[in-house]
């Protein structure tokens, strides 16, 4: 059952240096590298200066850092700042973002196809 566990840092807790593991739920003070395979929950309390790879990232404190996910979720209290890359973004209405934002599936080799021009419609 160890897999179902997910790591707490409690609110009196400061960790500097590199997590890791499945779930994580942080409401204390991390500083470093955090990469998880599973989810990540940064707490209204929670404050995060490291660069973040996880599954899920859910953010209701604070983080500075790049993040990289499948899905990112700002609470309306999430204050982040640095890059976000991830295939599905949601950032609620009072939360804060600062920095670039790649979101959604990543362009295919060679880019995106030209759409076609008015004049040019397909099959006229």
Excluded at 56 to 77: F, K, P, S
Excluded at 93 to 120: D, I, K, N, Q
């Amino acid at each position: 059952m160890a897999e179902d566990k997910t790591t707490l840092v409690d609110a009196q807790a400061q960790i500097e240096g590199k997590l890791s593991g499945k779930d994580a739920a942080i409401h204390g003070r991390v500083r470093g590298e955090i990469a998880l395979t599973g989810r990540l929950l940064i707490g209204e309390e929670g404050r995060v200066h490291a660069s973040v790879a996880a599954d899920v990232v859910e953010v209701a404190g604070q983080l500075e850092g790049d993040v990289r996910a499948r899905a990112v979720t700002l609470r309306e209290t999430a204050r982040v700042k640095g890059r976000v890359e991830a295939q599905a973004l949601v950032v609620r209405e009072g939360a804060w973002l600062s920095g670039p934002v790649a979101s959604g599936e990543a362009p295919r080799e060679g880019g995106a196809p030209t759409p076609p021009r008015p004049e040019e419609k397909p099959g006229a």
